[in-house]
């Protein structure tokens, strides 16, 4: 008491009023929408949750099985590029609106990035080949780090202190993983195969961290973030290019001729080769697609997450199939990442 009067403090907020807040605003934010809008980001999340581990799955079972082509890998990555075409193609019926128009920035910005995707998707082939999916996977998570840099000089996003945390915790959670290269390593890997596997995922994830940036400041100085057709007008010309230049790759590495022979001496024939690469092209083209549609519809925060739960997905599912090693050290680096998945999702939500 002071002056006659009582001080009180605002009582703290309980749980359950949190929670019954949590439930009004999401109950406010559902009806803000068509029930269309949810329907399309509960698929486009499904996507990306079932195809993109079952792409990193496939990659593995076509090196363990007989595989030995690098580019052919980059080129079923790919090759699923008219999928994009079809679904945008009935857009401009529906919305009854016109394809952006082309300009020689566009088409430079569209070709540099489809280079650079190309570039990124061999680097990940080298990794499948010499890694287990679930430490390919781990190192692939690495792309958040690079995503948030890249973002912050290239597009001038905002980096808090959640955001740099999670750049330290996924860091160390990669240095685990090195630690453990002698348990992790398959028989018929050296071990300079195995570093160099290393070596090409976080540059891959590097690489596809500027991507991702590049791409963010295409739509922003160029595109603008309009229309879902914009969106896949942008993924189907990268793809296009990024498929030019594979094809160049494979012709000049003679792996169409190699094919064949490949094929026949494939474990379980030539069924299961060419299954193995349709189910490639198909599932990474679903799941880019989902990630597109889930940034387009909702947030990249929202991104954030179903990447941080693809992640001890693809890795559980490559224990349990595909039998891979999991020792203590990944497990712990796979609980370290899921930590600094958190921390970002955390720091882009506030920054937001």
């Known amino acids: ?54 792409s990193s799955l496939l990659s593995r079972i076509y090196f363990a099985n007989g595989g030995t082509s690098k580019w052919i890998i980059s080129w079923v990555a790919v090759a699923g590029w008219p999928l994009t075409a079809l679904i945008l193609l ?21 070709g540099v990035l489809g280079f650079l995707s190309a570039a990124d998707n061999l680097m990940y082939a080298y990794a499948y080949a010499y890694l287990p999916a679930s ?20 597009v001038k996003n905002r980096l808090n202190a959640s955001i740099v945390n999670a750049i330290v915790i996924i860091t160390a959670a990669m240095t685990i993983i ?13 071990e300079k195969q195995y570093i ?24 922003v100085k160029l595109l603008g973030r309009t229309s879902f057709h914009v969106v896949l007008e942008q993924q189907l010309g990268v ?15 003679k792996d169409f001729q190699g094919m064949a022979s490949e094929a026949v001496s494939f474990e379980g024939g030539k069924s299961s080769y060419y299954q193995v690469l349709i189910w490639s092209t198909i599932t990474f083209q679903l799941g880019v697609l989902g990630a597109t549609a889930v940034l387009f519809l909702s947030s990249t925060v929202l991104a954030g997450v179903l990447n941080a739960v693809r992640v001890p997905l693809t890795s559980i599912a490559a224990v349990i199939l595909l039998s891979d090693p999991m020792s203590g050290l990944k497990i712990l680096s796979l609980i370290v990442t899921f930590w600094g998945f958190g921390c970002y999702i955390y720091g882009s939500s506030s920054g937001s």
């Open 1 to 54: 008491m002071e002056g006659g009067r009582v001080e009180e403090d605002s009582p703290p907020v309980s749980l359950c009023a949190r929670i019954s807040a949590l439930k009004t605003m999401a109950w406010e934010e559902y009806k803000s929408k068509p029930i269309s809008h949810w329907i399309l980001l509960l698929l486009s999340s499904a996507a990306m949750l079932v195809a993109f581990p079952a």
């Open 90 to 110: 009935p857009t401009y019926f529906i919305r009854k609106t016109a394809p952006t128009p082309l300009n020689l920035t566009l088409i430079l910005s569209y």
């Open 135 to 154: 430490t390919a996977s781990l190192l692939a998570s690495s792309s958040l780090v690079f995503s948030a840099l890249f973002g912050y000089i290239l």
């Open 178 to 190: 090195a630690l453990d290269s002698d348990s992790d390593r398959y028989g018929n890997v050296t």
């Open 196 to 219: 160099l596997g290393f070596v090409w995922d976080i540059l891959g994830s590097a690489l596809h961290g500027l991507i991702f940036a590049l791409s963010e400041l295409v739509f």
């Open 239 to 253: 793809s296009l290019f990024a498929f030019m230049f594979t094809t160049f790759g494979m012709i000049w590495n």
